[in-house]
């Protein structure tokens, strides 16, 4: 393992300025798993001043985009080798069942590697227009410049990979700062950098909490900012973003509803909310956990979710037959429990589930898989984001109503409709606000799918070209050459090709 008493910075491992330290613990046994290296402000200077060297005097941004492409491809090859390794330390982290960690988790982000990879290596870096005034107009895209990169606890590999990849491949460099919660998978990609040899300076990894957030936010050497949290906290970013005029990219909260029309077959959709509302112990932004029905057959539906939730083994995390683990932190876990209570004093029904630890646990942040129906769209259980695995279920009367509750809701992130119509479900999904819909699954999560919310759950988009575009900026070179024309050359140059009338080609170099 890297050294956990120092710093990743610049693409050295080095002293921090201070001697605290973060102690991760156990989300399963409550034990002290690993004491890592705590970043003071002068470690995030020392990082940002590392990134903006290499940025504006280093190789990285001038490099052949295809020769990063390589780089990447590399990185993807060592990163498969200790893809065991590194669920390992996922579950240990922050409790993902072992098999959650080793699929969506693991293997799933370098699966986006690759995928990334590949969209770069096709992506019209530059493209030559012939001028509606004449000449010649090159249009360009390069690197936004120095990014902070700033991810949450609940899916770390994953969304170090959403965003340090596609920054690397537009030739940024990058202050990643990975959650508190989870600092040992990115103690691990570093070094996977290490060995695919980056120039010096392109990346630096800081652990760390709030301050250290605060700081790269706020750091007048940072060029672009790409947050995924919370809404509360994502408004408080794009605030000081936009006093700043510094770009940035928003990947926030999310309530989302999957829309059970009246001909779905309820065990498939019991199937499929496990999934889509539970994964990751329903710590996920994208968690469906308003799942709408049709009122006249609302008791098939939730007898089905009853059954399949009661079904689901919860317990220890490194034990296969294990789908729900722990909470991340105790703080987490009493989060959510006063959500199930309050969801009871709201006058929802409790079928499934409770704030009581699970059968035959005795110890770890564990919540109980919750179910509650009889739910009433504008109850705060229906409305805010619990980031625990509760599900509600909510009735309606037809199809428009089902949309209305869909779109009733301050979040836009993602959903689903569930039908074997598919011609009728996708004509429901498209009158759903959000970034991402599934039909008959939960979302798609293809690293080619642009992803990302509407409303408060977000700005920008990050996977497939439209999240490469978002580290690049657009520039345009307007070229003239030199004409015989004595007539054009004396100033009448508008006139004249315009008369030509208007371009008819777009060639790509």
Not at 57 to 68: E, I, K, L, V, Y
Not at 376 to 385: G, K, Y
Not at 454 to 463: A, H, L, M, Y
Request: contains cysteine; charged residues 20%; hydrophobic residues 40%.
């Amino acid at each position: 393992m890297s050294p956990r008493h120092q710093l990743y910075i610049g693409g050295q491992w080095v002293d921090p300025a201070t001697s605290q330290t973060i102690e991760v613990i156990s989300p399963h046994t409550e034990q002290l798993v690993a004491r890592v290296a705590d970043p003071a402000p002068a470690d995030v200077d020392r990082a940002v001043a590392a990134a903006r060297s290499a940025f504006d005097t280093g190789p990285w941004r001038r490099t052949d985009p295809q020769a990063r492409v390589a780089i990447v491809r590399e990185l993807a090859e060592c990163y498969r080798a200790r893809e065991d390794e590194l669920a390992h330390l996922i579950t240990t982290e922050m409790g993902a069942p072992i098999t959650f960690a080793r699929s969506a988790h693991v293997t799933l982000p370098g699966v986006m590697m690759r995928a990334f990879a590949d969209t770069a290596a096709d992506y019209r870096w530059q493209e030559t227009r012939t001028g509606f005034l004449g000449g010649d107009v090159v249009v360009g895209h390069h690197p936004v410049g120095v990014v902070a990169a700033i991810i949450p606890w609940n899916m770390p590999m994953f969304l170090i990979v959403a965003k340090l990849i596609p920054a690397l491949l537009a030739g940024c460099t990058v202050v990643l700062k990975p959650s508190p919660e989870t600092p040992l998978d990115a103690h691990h990609m570093a070094e996977l950098l290490d060995q695919v040899g980056l120039p010096p300076g392109v990346v630096s990894i800081l652990p760390g909490g709030r301050e250290v957030g605060r700081q790269l936010v706020a750091h007048p050497g940072v060029d672009k900012v790409s947050f995924t949290g919370s809404t509360v906290a994502g408004r408080q970013v794009a605030e000081v973003c936009g006093g700043a005029l510094r770009r940035v990219s928003l990947e926030l909260g999310g309530k989302s509803a999957a829309v059970v029309l009246d001909d779905a077959d309820p065990d498939a959709v019991a199937t499929g909310m496990m999934v889509a509302g539970l994964m990751n112990g329903g710590q996920a932004c994208v968690a469906q956990t308003r799942v709408l029905v049709p009122q006249r057959r609302r008791h098939e539906f939730v007898d089905a979710l009853a059954s399949s939730i009661e079904r689901l083994t919860v317990g220890d995390p490194f034990d296969t037959a294990t789908r729900i683990g722990p909470m991340v932190s105790r703080r987490q876990q009493q989060r959510v429990r006063e959500y199930i209570d309050l969801g009871q004093r709201e006058g929802a029904r409790l079928l499934v589930g409770g704030t009581d630890l699970p059968a035959d646990i005795d110890r770890g942040w564990y919540v109980r898989p919750t179910l509650f129906a009889d739910v009433d769209n504008s109850m705060r259980i229906a409305q805010e984001e619990i980031f625990g695995p509760v599900l509600s279920v909510i009735a309606y009367a037809d199809d428009d109503h089902a949309v209305h509750l869909a779109n009733d809701s301050e979040y836009g992130l993602s959903g689903s409709v569930w039908s074997p119509d598919i011609e009728r479900a996708t004509a429901i999904a498209r009158r759903v606000r959000a970034g991402t819909v599934g039909i008959n699954e939960p979302y798609s999560m293809d690293p080619v799918a642009p992803f990302g919310g509407v409303k408060n759950s977000g700005i920008g988009r990050e996977f497939g070209a439209e999240g490469l575009a978002g580290y690049l900026d657009t520039v345009s070179f307007s070229i003239r050459r030199p004409v015989a024309d004595s007539a054009v050359a004396q100033g009448d140059t508008v006139g004249a090709d315009h008369a030509a009338g208007p371009p008819t080609e777009i060639r790509s170099s």
